[in-house]
Nanobody, 129 residues
Framework: QLQLVESGGGLVQPGGSLRLSCAASRFTSDYYAIGWFRQAPGKEREGVSCMSKTGGNTNYADSVKGRFTISRDNAKNTVYLQMNSLKPEDTAVYYC??????????????????????WGQGTQVTVSS
C-alpha cells in the first residue's frame, strides 16, 4: 500500500536547523525518484530537493543550495532533508513525494512538468523569532 509519512517539522528561530524525515512503505520504496516540495500560504507548490532512487543524482532549488541537504537511509526506507540556516521565507508546509515514472531529478523537482507524483500528508515548518 502506498504510504509516505513526513515528520520533523516545527517552529524554529531564524538561523536554526531542522531535519525532516519521509518514511516510505515497502511498496512505495519501489520508485524512480523522490523529492521534497513546499507550499507557502498563497503560493504555488515548489520543488525543494529531489533524489534519484540510487541516490546518485540530486537536485536543489537555488533558494536552498548550500543550506539544505537531501539524504537517505535505505535500511529504514527513509529520506531526510537537513535544513540549516533557516530563513523566515522557508516557512511552508513541506511534502515528500515519489514518482514511478522514469525521470530525472530535475524533472521530478519541476512542478511544471505533468508527471504523476504521489504525496505524503505534509509537515509544517515555521521559521520565526
Amino acid at each position: 500500500q502506498l504510504q509516505l509519512v513526513e515528520s520533523g517539522g516545527g517552529l524554529v528561530q531564524p538561523g536554526g536547523s531542522l531535519r525532516l524525515s519521509c518514511a516510505a512503505s515497502r511498496f512505495t520504496s519501489d520508485y524512480y525518484a523522490i523529492g521534497w516540495f513546499r507550499q507557502a500560504p498563497g503560493k504555488e507548490r515548489e520543488g525543494v530537493s529531489c533524489m534519484s532512487k540510487t541516490g546518485g543524482n540530486t537536485n536543489y532549488a537555488d533558494s536552498v543550495k548550500g543550506r539544505f541537504t537531501i539524504s537517505r537511509d535505505n535500511a529504514k526506507n527513509t529520506v531526510y532533508l537537513q535544513m540549516n540556516s533557516l530563513k523566515p521565507e522557508d516557512t511552508a508546509v513541506y511534502y515528500c513525494a515519489v514518482s514511478y515514472v522514469i525521470t530525472t531529478v530535475q524533472t521530478m523537482c519541476n512542478m511544471k512538468t505533468p508527471i504523476r507524483r504521489y504525496w505524503g500528508q505534509g509537515t509544517q515548518v515555521t521559521v520565526s523569532s
